[in-house]
């Protein structure tokens, strides 16, 4: 019933649904809306608009409910703060409204976990075991900095082995601190750990805590007190913009989860894989949502698979003055969830068609003329300037300050992209070595190392795993 | 309900169904056929004999519903003719009665997203992923003909990435025009592709058409074009029996699926390689339907895994003068899914009795003395003569101008097996290169390359992937 | 109902049904038995220690109906023995109640069906794919050995290929001989074979019998007249205890498989992973249960795995004078299925504690400073003397007479700890070829090799797969 109701209120007549929708396709027609059942447990595959647009009720659904919450909390107890904490990887609903809502977000910290459930090869989950992937806390913090409007709180962090990964090893000695220095490098305000005491009973009984089961001070214990010590005798800094910004977008994660057109496509992963990119140039990364209105502080911007660009980002596209890289799947689809005519990515200021996509079989790569490959998709694209080709002759890189990216690149071929695209824009990069990681945070420069040895770079040497900070 | 009664035509009595059942086994004997339930959601295994007879049930209520569609359209448009595209490896319902109801039967050949879910090893769908392998639109099309009497359509044709598949890539350059003109070849009298125009909105919209969504020609569309223009130069043609005949009987693709015995037999897959083996020898091959009457056509006739030889069936054979290879699992159940005593395959031409069987697990093949081995399955079987046999001493292969395989061969032995007996039946053969295959219709000898590159062959160049044909 | 009925009756009061259960943990406190539902279908993961009891409901319910069924049988039938078969790794229920009520117990020894479904690597299933694994069966004779209170059974015996399975190959000639003769040596009074004559029709038409579906002989009817002759030659022997005795209990499985915390971690798993060390060892095994109250007989005692270990068992422990080696996760639990405090293993004569646990993800294994690893699961533990530790320097195996083992084995660590417990303990081991096993029957040893060739050992020739028995 609530359904139909956002239905009638979001299209006013059953007419406009059926055109949205394209429900002359298949005889889905509509005559009311009643008529509307949920999309589901169909003969065969359901509306993919109607799917998509299920996803946007339900999460407008979470967006009321917590600004219910929130009426209710700020009317009987004025002057306190509200903030709820939100979890890794999670993308059922927007969090962006909700940062909007809350006075800041903060959100649950569990690098191990999410290391193991991440989609890496089996050589990498072996390799980041005991101390999580190097991207993957960080990509949240930056992602929660970007949902809070610059202030977040790591409000559950792993002290040590969790319950509910498929294993739940105990991290290396010293994660707990690099951990948590990582929260502060990247601008959280406070980092509190999952729990205090190991309960010994009901479900969490394997989850551990600061404290043991017999309250004796677990390694965590200590790791926590050491950073307390450290962080006593550091001034507060103020956060500053990075010089890169990614668009990272909810709705396009529903939307490549509709139709994925390609078993192993997937939002995050792509994300994931451009902001590791970045990283891996030694960069810091500010993360933006779709409507970002103003690009005015960054010189590179990125926007890889954002289905449906917003107005006010494409807006703010042409008025930027830096280099900003689209594709794949970048616009690829209309606010209906159909293939725009013309075709994508249909951008005023960029000369570039998609004539078709196709997505790639494991083990089927797409050589790039320069080095690496597409892997998982690509597209055939026309436009100019090219400025990388496949193998095979089709464009792999058009355009000039605004450019489209028509595939979905190796670590290789995006290190190559991105490189260039950072000379281009006027930033200096830095390959790290395997393990390190930089972040800049006000004054500060954070050295990172996720490695189990020393790391020597750029005349630090940084120990492993463990982390070094320095005025810039 | 319908069940129940479908049982009462087919039995008479309970005491009859119990008999054929074997329902005295576990105490499942049935008082009336009111007791009887649908053969599923039972505490342990249902009776298989059960579960086949409700498989049968259902292709009967499909045969009767497309009979009754006929009936009505043949009433109300006289003289029109009446098809319906049925699809490739689809085995839920028996296909032959409806190629009778059916003036000529059609069929959807989407090679690549076949090919995908084919189970090949892995090398193999990497090296087929953008052409498709060269056997799969073949049999489907050399079925079909069969199902049709010699006529078929090709109602649906990909001409570019779909949108089912796991993954959905853009086939080779040329293949659009390849598999039309292989079509043809095997006797197809229209192709037609499935779709004109991309539809840019709903399920379907990522389904390539002849033109793209803003109605621009695709690739395809030129392929096409120029297929047409090739064939205006053509002569009509009539269809000629192949030297080498295959039963496909969907009734023991119902048996297998009942009762595997080993987790990776299945009928189709077994079909295909026997089909694959002979076309790797050069050869064309009509597909025939389990009550063939007539062999006198044919060289050799092969009859893999035929659950239950048809009298028809036997009676052809015994006055076959040609060589027939049955086996593996050929003739190993009785009509009511039963053992036969005595004992399998029970020819009263052939000196062979199978004693028992064993499926294979992965990687525990049995070798053959003269090469090549037995992988999934392997019978132990006594007889005479014996022509092959096993690594381990037991007979692999018995019989004279009627043969029985005690064994699944890999694809070197079925090589060696299937050239013995083209030689014994007076067949050239004619082994193919990797990606070649040749298939002649009536005056015309058709050479298909699926692969990359040109393949000189017989004094041939084919482009690769392309087709060359010549009058034989 | 019953379940709620099962609660009050151990519980008594809600409020110590919420202390046992810690529902205090996620608001899950009762306040009456009413509210009690079954443990499933809840929002996140039920209470494990309610998913216990249910467990333990279970058992206690399979108990019941076993006492009520013997009860009326030696009412009606006065002086006749009561026996019922078990199968193979089965957990779902405590065995050693139903061996009290039984007057002996039997079991339904499949050794190939067994071996493909234990999760052996694929090597392992290979190499052992006609044969079975030399362990397979023996485990259960031993552990069915002792639920019989030294009487058993082999009611069903596998005669050749079975029906179940993922795939049922033919078994090796020979093996229904080896493992005949191999369940007498493991004290079976009685080897019954299943079936008789291999029914024609109905679910097991291809599970194989003595005699054929045509009632011929099949092989194994062979087989077993031969060790009907050999047998009759044999005189009785008394059993005599093994020198080396391990604790198998139902109540451990079920507490692991409610919560693994690492995927892969399985009772039964490490318990045959113990059995088959001992094995490899030459050494002949009792297998006790968990309230086992008299050790003397042993000079060697294991109980990996016991969650908790009952008073009983403490009790004998304390006053056993050879050598026991506990651990991993033993005694890990409180009976109400909570982290006891003060911390694991708290036995009074151990020093020794398991402050933390991890379990250990594929490919990520713990090298030991003397050599091989511990796989899938290991403990922070402290304690003395320190008898092991592992290259990064933590406690690997802990104590005196009493030891306690602070991780999973491989097979290579497992063989040095356990040749080291035999040394102390004065148990001459005799380390075997592969697929080699040696049993003690009272004055007889029987020398039985699984391997396809002869294997000489200790003077002896044994043939391929075969056996070989002398008087010791």
Redesign the interface.
Known sequence: TAFRRWLRHTYQTPEQLNEA??????S?ELRSFDEVSLPHLTV??????ARLDFRRFQSSQVAAYDQMQCDIIRAHSPGRFVTHNMMGFFTKYDHWPLGENLDFVSWDSYPLGFT?QFPFS?DE??RW??TAHPDIAPFNHDLYRGVGEGRFWVMEQQP??V?WA?????PKPGMVRLWTWEAFAHGAEVVSYFRWR?????????H?GLL???S?A?PAYDEAAEVARELSAMPDVEATPAPVAMVFDYASAWAWAT?P???DFDYFRLCFAFYRGLRRLGLSVDILPPDAADLSAYKLVLAPGVATLSDPFKTALLAHKGIAVLGPRTNAKTA????????PPAMPSLDCTV??????????PVPLTKGGNFLHWRE?AEGAPVRETTADGWPALIGDRLRYLAGWPDEAALARILTDACTDAGITTDTMPEGLRCRDAGPWRFWINYAAHPVTHAGHTVPGPGVLWEQR
Request: glycine share 4%; no cysteine; hydrophobic share 40%.
């Open positions: 929708w394209g429900n002359v396709f298949w889905m065969t595959e359901a509306n993919p608009a193991e089996h989950h072996v075991a005991l040590g082995p319950n498929p294993w739940n090893p105990i190991q309960a010994p009973f009901a479900q969490e009984q394997q551990a043991r089961p017999d004796v677990a139709q057109q390609g078993r209906d969830f159909a293939i725009p005519v013309p075709l004539m078709r996509v196709e997505s790639l079989p494991p083990d089927v055939k």
